[in-house]
C-alpha cells in the first residue's frame, strides 16, 4: 500500500485543478494553479515535508507546465 503524506496529497490536487483549467482552456487559472505548485512545492520542501525524490518529481512536473505555459496568454 502507498502512502502519500497531506504535502502530496495537496500538490496533487493542485496538479489536477490546473489540467482542469488547461482543458477548458481557462488560462487566468491555469497560471495561478501552476505559480501555486510551484511555491507549495518550495515551501513543503523547506519545512521537511517532502524528500528529495518527491520534491525532484514536483519540480519536473512544474518544469514541463511552465515550458507548456510559456505561450499561454489572451
Known sequence: MFFKSKAQKELDFIIQELKNFLSNNYKDSAHHCRKLLGEKTEEFYAAGKLTQAQYNRYKEIYRKY???M???HH
Do not use: F, G
Request: overall charge negative; glycine content about 0%.
Open 66 to 68: 511552465t515550458e507548456m
Open 70 to 72: 510559456k505561450d499561454y
